[in-house]
């Protein structure tokens, strides 16, 4: 990789070489990226993916980072983080907005204009771009009920429109997790509300979140997705994990879904935490949990060994577990 002609093709651009992507994560954990680029237009995002898929360079796209993991390694190639790509316009019933924006900000401008549909996502950490990817949602909310249309961004440099439907969106996803598109801007559809209502309906969601979540330590947010039957929090807290540490992690006292950062926490031990946490919920309960939470990067080299002990140790798990539901054969 050539960071100077990078720099040297985009003189306009804000590009970082070696950034340590800890500086950025909602959990204060990550190794360096190669390249660190903070576009600030949707024209700068495709002519910057557009030159990198030219240059067969790798490219990772970032929003708030807040229900994210980046491994020790770092990434390798090209990041680039939208959060300066951050306009928002109101409309009558309509907010156009491009998708390094936080969701928190859409939600208080909605209700500055008297507008109600996300009141939901008042508390929500992060972009726009992030929420559409993974279909963000809280109290009985999901963004996908108030998105009409989002404008992608293909690998090879293409834009396009996709509609609601066309998102094919479902909990926790989004069809952007199939086709590794980029969300550039999104269009929301709001309904005309009174403020005083909305307002009270914020403030009591505000009040249920912070007297509830960990937000006085770093965190990713949410760790698992919530199995079907079942809450996570609750499995955990069950199992005797509310509590535990791991290196400087900790599965939180105050909410077991989240896993917080006490005393400059790695991301190796997030994930080893997760593993071990997904291993004894599966063994006690017979629940495999899935993570929300996503993990992205490469292993610092000197925990490669030691993570694929790991997971070797939690496929086996998960292989003894099912023997006893159906025994293995050699047939199946």
Same mark, same amino acid.
């Given at each position: ?8 093709? =985009? ?53 708030? &980072? ?22 928002? *316009? ?12 936080? @969701? ?10 008297? *507008? ?67 969300? @550039? ?19 009591? @969601? ?34 005797? @994990? ?6 400087? &992690? ?16 790695? &991301? ?49 798990? =998960? ?8 025994? *293995?054969?050699?047939?199946?």
């Amino acid at each position: 990789m050539n960071v100077k002609k990078l720099k040297k093709y =985009f003189p306009n651009a804000t590009i970082k070489e070696n950034e340590p992507l800890s500086k950025y994560t909602y959990t204060k954990t990550g190794g360096p990226a190669d390249a660190l680029i903070f576009p600030k237009t949707k024209e700068e995002v495709q002519a910057l993916v557009k030159w990198l898929y030219e240059q067969s360079w790798p490219v990772t796209i970032l929003g708030n &980072a807040s229900n994210l993991i980046v491994k020790d390694g770092g990434i390798r190639g090209a990041v680039i983080i939208l959060t300066d790509m951050n306009q928002i *316009l109101v409309k009558e019933n309509s907010i156009r907005v491009l998708t390094g924006a936080p @969701l928190i900000e859409v939600s208080k401008r909605a209700y500055q204009s008297s *507008l109600t549909g996300l009141e939901f996502a008042c508390g929500i950490p992060g972009s726009i771009g992030g929420a559409v990817y993974m279909n963000a949602g809280a109290y009985g909310g999901e963004v996908r009920e108030v998105i009409r249309k989002v404008t992608v961004l293909t690998r090879d440099g293409e834009i396009f429109e996709r509609t609601n439907d066309e998102m094919e969106f479902s909990y926790r996803h989004s069809k952007l997790q199939e086709t590794d598109e980029i969300a @550039l801007e999104v269009v929301f559809e709001l309904t005309e509300g009174d403020p005083e209502a909305i307002k009270e309906k914020m403030d009591e @969601l505000t009040y249920l979140r912070t007297s509830k979540q960990p937000l006085e330590y770093p965190s990713c947010g949410s760790v698992f997705k919530r199995p079907t039957g079942y809450f996570t929090g609750k499995l955990i807290q069950d199992a005797g @994990l509310q509590g535990l540490k791991w290196g400087g &992690a900790q599965v939180s006292t105050k909410h077991a879904g989240f896993i917080v950062n006490i005393d400059n926490a790695t &991301a190796t031990d997030y994930i080893e935490l997760i593993e071990h946490i997904k291993e004894v919920i599966l063994d006690k309960y017979g629940v495999q949990l899935e993570t929300e939470v996503k993990i992205i990067g490469e292993d610092h080299p000197a925990v490669i060994g030691a993570n694929d002990t790991l997971i070797k140790k939690a496929t086996s798990s =998960f292989k003894a577990k099912l023997e006893t539901i159906m025994p *293995l054969t050699e047939e199946n």
